[in-house]
């Protein structure tokens, strides 16, 4: 099979073009905007796998035979969504609502390649069983890491790892928002040599 002539990632976040770069590929990046609202009916698991679809497909003015890659992550504690708490005072908050229990993360990606209307999509699950956590430590880890572009308000690759009793996954890159396992099959399907 013929690889694409360009690979795009459809997002901005630094964290999946970090995982990306790992693979040894070339790629760009574009910015996509989507509704990421949730329907009413829609489990964690449906929304992760919707919102990488839909950020696959909205690259846009790339000519020629090209690969996009999306991907969205949903985390969930207790029926309750998590997102990224965007100040201090909401990463707290959310690290005292999820200490002592198990959060759930649904990480989607999906590559579309328009050329040969080729789309695959997975979704990863990884559960992580936090600590108890005391006012103080977690006062002290937001002021550290300043997780508050992350969802749940932990950075699982730097300090926020030690708010964790155990964390279960097929992929473990998928916490960080980009599972390579998943995402490295899917691209040597599409003809990418990974090694």
Do not use: H
Not at 99 to 114: E, I, L, Y
Not at 145 to 157: G, N, R, Y
């Amino acid at each position: 099979m013929n690889v694409p002539e360009t690979l795009i990632l459809a997002s901005t976040s630094a964290y999946r073009a970090e995982l990306l770069g790992r693979l040894g590929l070339s790629f760009d990046i574009q910015r996509v905007i989507i509704d990421e609202s949730p329907s009413s009916s829609e489990g964690s698991a449906a929304l992760a796998q919707r919102l990488s679809v839909e950020k696959a497909k909205a690259v846009a003015n790339i000519k020629g035979d090209y690969l996009s890659i999306g991907s969205d992550q949903v985390a969930a504690c207790d029926d309750r969504l998590l997102g990224k708490p965007g100040s201090e005072a909401r990463a707290c908050e959310q690290l005292s609502f999820i200490s002592n229990k198990t959060v759930q993360f649904f990480t989607g990606v999906a590559v579309w390649r328009p050329q040969q209307a080729l789309l695959d999509y997975r979704v990863v699950q990884t559960q992580v069983c936090m600590r108890d956590l005391s006012d103080a430590e977690i006062t002290s880890y937001v002021a550290r890491d300043q997780p508050l572009d992350c969802a749940s308000s932990f950075k699982w690759e730097a300090l926020g790892i030690s708010l964790f009793r155990s964390t279960k996954s097929s992929d473990p890159t998928a916490l960080q928002g980009l599972p390579l396992i998943e995402l490295s099959q899917m691209l040597r399907g599409q003809g990418y040599r990974i090694p």
